[in-house]
């Protein structure tokens, strides 16, 4: 629906490839199968992620290596997979979402909370293996962005106005502010910014 809503739109289809990104070999094809259609990719935005609830003592094993194969493992991979087109091309732009619930602290998922401190490590380290390259790693910090799903499962008007009360900016943040922050580190105007996790949470924690 939304690919014939663009066409209408824009005249443009986009490349909607459907795919389990727990499975590698899958992932890395689909990643082929639109650099075949387009040419090499020139951005890459790893931003698959679950946030399900979960304690310390209700986690198996099976539950840990899910978690990991959604939320940390296609980062690695995909970056695997486009570093070499990007390389050809000159340069390129790797985002990849983290969290700022690591540094919040917040119990209520640990494993959620390792794969997202995990992620803003892999970002360093691919930045500095990538650089030469011309091509640019950073990670994206959202704080709470209510979407449906966040509203339709976790944001009780309690847990909102605590929150709120946490950020300096008072109002909630919406998926356009994380669009548009994906989009400046994507671009020509972010050029020199690489190693970096970028919050964009309304004020809730700091950096540097």
Same mark, same amino acid.
């Given at each position: 629906?939304?690919?014939?809503?663009?066409?209408?739109?824009?005249?443009?289809?986009?490349?909607?490839?459907?795919?389990?990104?727990?499975?590698?070999?899958?992932?890395?094809?689909?990643?082929?199968?639109?650099?075949?259609?387009?040419?090499?990719?020139?951005?890459?935005?790893?931003?698959?992620?679950?946030?399900?609830?979960?304690?310390?003592?209700?986690?198996?094993?099976?539950?840990?290596? *899910?978690?990991? /194969?959604?939320? $940390?493992? #296609?980062?690695?991979?995909?970056?695997?997979?486009?570093? =070499? %087109?990007?390389?050809?091309?000159?340069?390129?732009?790797?985002?990849?979402?983290?969290?700022?619930?690591?540094?919040?602290?917040?119990?209520?998922?640990?494993?959620?909370?390792?794969?997202?401190?995990?992620?803003?490590?892999?970002? *360093?380290?691919? /930045?500095?293996? $990538?650089? #030469?390259?011309?091509?640019?790693?950073?990670?994206?910090? =959202? %704080?709470?962005?209510?979407?449906?799903?966040?509203?339709?499962?976790?944001?009780?008007?309690?847990?909102?106005?605590?929150?709120?009360?946490?950020?300096?900016?008072?109002?909630?943040?919406?998926?356009?502010?994380?669009?548009?922050?994906?989009?400046?580190?994507?671009?020509?105007?972010?050029?020199?910014?690489?190693?970096?996790?970028?919050?964009?949470?309304?004020?809730?924690?700091?950096?540097?």
């Amino acid at each position: 629906a939304f690919v014939a809503e663009m066409q209408q739109k824009h005249g443009i289809a986009p490349l909607y490839l459907q795919c389990d990104i727990t499975d590698v070999a899958a992932l890395q094809d689909a990643i082929r199968e639109a650099a075949e259609a387009h040419g090499p990719i020139s951005m890459l935005v790893n931003n698959a992620a679950n946030d399900a609830r979960h304690s310390l003592q209700d986690y198996s094993v099976e539950d840990w290596d *899910r978690g990991m /194969a959604v939320n $940390l493992r #296609p980062h690695f991979f995909t970056a695997q997979a486009v570093a =070499p %087109g990007m390389k050809q091309l000159g340069g390129g732009a790797i985002i990849n979402f983290s969290s700022i619930s690591y540094m919040m602290g917040s119990a209520g998922y640990p494993g959620y909370a390792t794969s997202k401190s995990a992620i803003t490590g892999l970002t *360093r380290s691919l /930045a500095r293996e $990538l650089g #030469p390259d011309g091509i640019r790693v950073n990670s994206l910090m =959202p %704080g709470w962005v209510l979407t449906q799903k966040q509203l339709d499962q976790w944001a009780t008007p309690e847990d909102l106005e605590t929150h709120l009360g946490r950020q300096c900016l008072k109002e909630h943040l919406a998926p356009r502010d994380i669009v548009d922050a994906t989009l400046f580190l994507a671009s020509q105007a972010s050029r020199m910014m690489t190693g970096q996790a970028m919050v964009v949470d309304g004020g809730v924690v700091v950096t540097g």
